[in-house]
């Protein structure tokens, strides 16, 4: 799966966990398990976490995708994002852009002083941004969701499964069976 997604399409709620999750990776690729996304929910001095295990699970699975307002900020503290970003709709899918809204107040006051302004004026202000990323030495665009940290770009894949066919099925259950 890719970091950034098309604009036409809006991430589901698992797409938009997967992404966060990717970006959490441990040094050796491995992405939080659902166990540990349950954990992280855990408040200090209490013994349980806040969501539960199989919760996670569903929630990162697909299988539940209506999740309440204190699940959704749960899930958000746990993994280190903006509650916004795991709401339904595509004006909700720029975790950059929602990152930057929660973390800096300066950004807050320059999106209200926009209020009212023409398109030519916001266009004009994009451009003048452009050039100061340049300036800095910064990339002009930036994706709506981060790459993954250096390193641990590549998922680690589990070992690969195989079926076994019928014959070798009943050979293990045969040796299983006999103490081979």
């Known amino acids: 799966m890719?970091?950034?997604h098309d604009d036409a399409q809006p991430l589901g709620l698992s797409a938009k966990l997967l992404a966060l999750l990717r970006l959490r990776r441990d040094a050796a690729g491995f992405i939080p398990s659902a166990r540990d996304v349950s954990e992280a929910t855990r408040q200090e001095g209490r013994r349980k976490p806040?969501?539960?295990?199989?919760?996670?699970?569903?929630?990162?699975?697909?299988?539940s995708s209506n999740p309440t307002t204190a699940t959704v900020a749960a899930l958000a503290q746990a993994l280190g994002a903006p509650a916004a970003f795991l709401l339904p709709g595509p004006e909700w899918d720029d975790l950059t852009a929602?990152?930057?809204?929660?973390?800096?107040?300066e950004a807050r006051q320059a999106l209200r002083l926009m209020q009212g302004l023409e398109v030519q004026d916001i266009l004009e202000i994009s451009k003048k941004l452009r050039e100061m990323r340049r300036r800095a030495g910064l990339s002009e665009d930036v994706p709506p969701i981060p790459p993954p940290p250096p390193?641990?770009?590549?998922?680690?894949e589990g070992r690969p499964?195989?079926?076994?066919?019928?014959e070798e099925a009943a050979e293990r259950a045969a040796d299983y069976l006999e103490g081979r």
């Open 151 to 156: 390193g641990v770009d590549q998922p680690r």
């Open 161 to 166: 499964r195989r079926r076994l066919s019928t």
């Open 98 to 105: 929602l990152t930057v809204y929660a973390e800096r107040p």
């Open 50 to 63: 806040d969501l539960s295990h199989g919760q996670c699970n569903s929630l990162m699975n697909g299988t």
């Open 2 to 4: 890719a970091d950034t």
